[in-house]
């Protein structure tokens, strides 16, 4: 482990990190990583066959939101953790009742 | 070995589970046609017992017409038994042309397109109609049809709590920045029988510019002057952009359903709607049936009107006896007992005097709002109802719940 570098960043004297602040830094070292190790060439190759096939390809960081009851999963992504909040919010609103015919 | 031990065995818990919660849907296997009297054979190999059907969504009476039956047979006759095909391949007949153009002339619309059901239509027409820059704001409580559907499209989903106009015109204001916006709603709710407002709600389209989505599954046929839904209730006749609905209820009760409304959003269900495009056609003998349903209640308000007739008679009978029942005017009356075992239980108990009806409880309703979900049909007559109240009392009688209020019954059995 003599090679392993540390990134050590102090924070401001006073301040304590967030819930949402280490979910953030969790999920910026997440696409550090991805983007170093486990961005391969099989993916570049999926991107060219979509492009060939006349789609337009976006893919890149985004928020996850879900929620779980028993056996039901909701979730939902967004632009920012309010966006992807609402969308599972609307979700599970609709999974509160199974209705009848 | 794909279905292994461990695979069978998952599954078998997972029934447990679902029994467990007291979600376990048991078929009664009934040996007569539907009608307001039918031999009910339950628990199955019990001998077929006579009852009442109070739990059918046979609101015309129309399941077993002999005018309907022999329309379909002569369907099955000069049309055939089934098509092979999809409609836009080689299974479109004259009588399904035919059966589209009177549903658009009883609907009120400009243009219908036949579905396998009205499931099938609500899972298709949205991803249709709509894309990632419009929004679907919909009623909480909308049938589990309308939710599926929703969730197929790309469009932004939203919610407004159950019939609140309030909060359905906030919603629209929110979404101005949307390209369309459309307000989702059943026509009458399912579990509590009440109708959406829709004079309202068009009000609002009006002033937020959005278009207005029904589902009139439990209204087509008979609610409103003439039985054309709940557009004709509110005096909102030609105002509603998409109306769902079904042949399976009170258009005759067989199976099928149907987009109506604008010309050019049928006209994208029929190019882009999935279930459409993908499953076989409506049979011969359904449109054939389904086209005398149309021909005998636009000749005559008749059965609607004894409908009516029969609802206002049973809300009287089950209040005067004092049972609380959730008010309104649908043919759909629920008879609250708060308490899920206790809605199991009365329902058994009557199944027992001659009446079929089931109970409901959470997840099916809300929390704390079990209940017996009672449907009146033309095919009754006052001596059902009569027998019907008096098998009620009888077991309401026993479990002390006449005259109770709702706080009374909860303190009894809980909720």
């Not at chain 1, 190790?37 to 190759?45: A, H, L």
């Not at chain 2, 035919?98 to 400009?110: I, M, P, Q, V």
């Not at chain 2, 709509?130 to 919610?159: F, P, W, Y």
């Not at chain 2, 609905?245 to 999935?274: I, P």
Request: net charge negative.
């Amino acid at each position: 482990m003599a090679n392993t570098q540390f990134i050590e960043v102090p924070l401001p004297e006073g301040v304590r990190a967030s819930h949402m602040d280490l979910e953030l830094l969790k999920a910026m070292l997440h696409a550090i990583v991805c983007l170093h190790f486990e961005w391969s060439s099989e993916s570049e190759k999926m991107i060219q066959e979509l492009e060939h096939d006349g789609w337009s390809v976006h893919c890149g960081p985004t928020w996850l939101a879900l929620c779980r009851r028993g056996q039901s999963l909701e979730q939902a992504t967004g632009r920012t953790p309010d966006e992807a909040i609402a969308r599972l919010y609307h979700e599970a609103r609709f999974d509160t009742r199974y209705g009848c015919p | 070995m794909a279905f292994s031990q461990a695979a069978r065995d998952w599954y078998h818990r997972e029934i447990a589970g679902i029994r467990d919660a007291g979600l376990y849907k048991e078929e009664r296997f009934i040996h007569s046609l539907q009608d307001a009297d039918i031999e009910v054979e339950f628990p199955a190999g019990a001998s077929p017992a006579r009852v009442i059907n109070l739990c059918a969504n046979n609101y015309l009476g129309l399941s077993s017409h002999p005018e309907v039956i022999a329309a379909a047979h002569e369907g099955l006759d000069h049309r055939g038994y089934g098509l092979s095909s999809v409609r836009f391949i080689c299974g479109t007949q004259d009588i399904h042309r035919e059966l589209e153009r009177k549903l658009t002339a009883f609907l009120g619309t400009e243009d219908t397109l036949l579905f396998p059901s009205c499931m099938d239509a609500n899972a298709g027409v949205f991803e249709a109609v709509l894309n990632e820059q419009d929004v679907m704001i919909a009623d909480r409580l909308v049938h589990a049809s309308i939710v599926d559907g929703m969730r197929l499209c790309k469009a932004m989903q939203d919610t407004y709590k159950h019939a609140d106009m309030g909060h359905l015109e906030e919603k629209l204001v929110e979404h101005q920045d949307k390209r369309f916006r459309l307000i989702i709603t059943d026509g009458v709710f399912s579990m509590d029988g009440d109708l959406a407002p829709l004079d309202q709600i068009v009000a609002l389209a009006e002033k937020h510019n959005a278009m207005v989505f029904v589902d009139d599954s439990h209204a087509s046929g008979y609610i409103g002057k003439t039985g054309r839904g709940t557009h004709e209730h509110f005096g909102v006749l030609g105002k509603i952009d998409i109306i769902t609905t079904t042949l399976g209820k009170a258009l005759g009760g067989a199976s099928g359903g149907c987009v109506s409304g604008r010309a050019e959003l049928v006209e994208m269900c029929r190019q882009r709607a999935r279930p459409y495009l993908f499953s076989n056609t409506v049979a011969p003998v359904i449109v054939s049936g389904a086209l005398k349903v149309l021909e005998l209640i636009s000749a005559s308000t008749e059965r609607r009107d004894k409908l009516e007739e029969n609802t206002r008679y049973w809300r009287n009978l089950l209040t005067d006896a004092g049972f609380d029942i959730k008010k309104g005017s649908s043919s759909i009356v629920p008879v609250m007992l708060y308490n899920a075992k206790l809605a199991q239980d009365v329902a058994r108990d009557l199944f027992v005097e001659g009446i079929y009806v089931i109970g409901f409880f959470f997840p099916v309703v809300a929390k704390g709002q079990a209940r017996i979900r009672t449907q009146l049909s033309a095919a009754h007559d006052k001596h059902h109802l009569d027998r019907a109240i008096a098998a009620f009392i009888k077991v309401g009688k026993k479990y002390d719940i006449l005259g109770k209020t709702k706080a009374e019954v909860i303190a009894t059995y809980g909720n």
